[in-house]
């Protein structure tokens, strides 16, 4: 399974970016995905996820700024992020879990100035 993130980039606090990861593999439909960061110096946190069925969840701290979404014809999940800070800033990573194992992919820097 290989998963190839894209769209990152360097934005102002307040703009927006969406990223997206397209995966290679026929069971995408039953995966739970999910999209995860590292800022420098920190922990890997967990951003957001969506099961094989739509559901999903948010970190709190970016609840009402993130929404995670999936095309399963495309086998891919996307970030859209709004209202971004600077905070936000980090190595932002997609996982799937398919049966139990993880995968992962390489991850895209997001940069938010202030």
């Known amino acids: 399974v290989q998963l190839q993130a894209s769209g990152g980039g360097l934005v102002q606090a307040g703009g927006s970016l969406r990223l997206s990861c397209v995966a290679s593999?026929?069971?995408?439909?039953?995966?739970?995905m999910r999209w995860y960061r590292q800022a420098p110096g920190k922990q890997r946190e967990l951003v957001a996820s969506?099961?094989?069925?739509?559901?999903?969840n948010y970190a709190d701290s970016v609840k009402g700024r993130f929404t995670i979404s999936r095309d399963n014809a495309k086998n891919t999940v996307d970030l859209q992020m709004n209202s971004l800070k600077p905070e936000d800033t980090a190595i932002y990573s997609c996982?799937?879990?398919?049966?139990?194992?993880?995968?992962w992919g390489q991850g895209t820097q997001v940069t938010v100035s202030s």
């Open positions: 996982n799937a879990r398919i049966i139990s194992v993880d995968y």
């Open positions: 593999t026929n069971f995408f439909s039953i995966s739970t």
């Open positions: 969506i099961s094989s069925v739509g559901s999903t």
